[in-house]
């Protein structure tokens, strides 16, 4: 919702974004602070993976399969076993 907020106030549509941010706001204070703070973390870091945070250029399409398992990951207490296309070594485990 940040994220969003953020590109309505780019693009000049404040009631909008000023919308995003209350919504947002009202969420998370409903929330108790250690949830809170996990959801935060837990968003950011899903975003982050996800190439979706803001920021100029091309984007780069994405498998989707690969986005949930990744979304998956970062959410629970799992490890992710990484193989990269092209490289015969041992798997990576994050």
């Known amino acids: ?3 969003a907020s953020r590109r309505a106030k780019e693009e000049g549509r404040l009631r909008h974004a000023q919308a ?3 919504t947002r706001n009202g969420l998370m204070l409903r929330l ?3 949830d ?3 959801a935060e973390t837990d968003a950011e870091a899903v975003l982050e993976a996800l190439g979706q945070v803001t920021r ?3 984007r780069v399409p994405l498998n ?3 986005a949930d398992a990744v979304k998956e990951g970062l959410r629970g207490p799992f490890r ?3 193989i990269y296309s092209g ?3 041992q798997p990576r485990v994050i």
């Open 80 to 82: 992710l076993e990484i």
């Open 64 to 66: 989707q399969k690969i």
């Open 36 to 38: 809170a703070k996990r």
């Open 87 to 89: 490289r015969s070594d």
């Open 32 to 34: 108790p602070a250690r």
């Open 56 to 58: 100029p250029g091309p």
């Open 20 to 22: 995003l941010d209350d």
């Open 1 to 3: 919702m940040e994220i």
